[in-house]
Nanobody, 125 residues
Framework: QLQLVESGGGLVQPGGSLTLSCGAS????????MGWFREAPGKGRQGIAC????????DYADSVKGRFTISRDTAKNTTFLQMNGLTHEDTGEYYC??????????????????WGQGTQVTVGS
């Protein structure tokens, strides 16, 4: 089972950009689709982006489509989330997790495992 560690969060002004990273330990990284999730204050955990095991397919929540880009580097066992055009609504704790299969069939958190500790993103002045 993969063990995951998120990094890259911080305080950013509205309209700004951040790139989150998710490092994975283990030898089966390419066998798992990877997802990014956001937990906003007072709200549940929402799947916002997913990338297939091969990296050739992605899926996004409507709230981030066109602003966020998920990618992965198999050689480095790392998944990235490039976030542009950030708004106050993007504030929250961000987590990555691994799906049991290679495909992004769903972004529901229940289908993922190996959760990291999260990284906080705060959008404000």
């Amino acid at each position: 089972q993969l063990q995951l560690v998120e990094s890259g969060g911080g305080l950013v002004q509205p309209g700004g950009s951040l790139t989150l990273s998710c490092g994975a330990s283990g030898s089966t990284f390419e066998l798992h689709a990877m997802g990014w999730f956001r937990e906003a204050p007072g709200k549940g955990r929402q799947g916002i982006a997913c990338i297939s095991g091969s990296g050739d397919s992605t899926d996004y929540a409507d709230s981030v489509k066109g602003r966020f880009t998920i990618s992965r580097d198999t050689a480095k066992n790392t998944t990235f989330l490039q976030m542009n055009g950030l708004t106050h609504e993007d504030t929250g704790e961000y987590y990555c997790a691994a799906k049991s299969g290679r495909r992004c069939t769903s972004r529901r958190p229940s289908g993922f495992r190996g959760w990291g500790q999260g990284t906080q993103v705060t959008v404000g002045s």
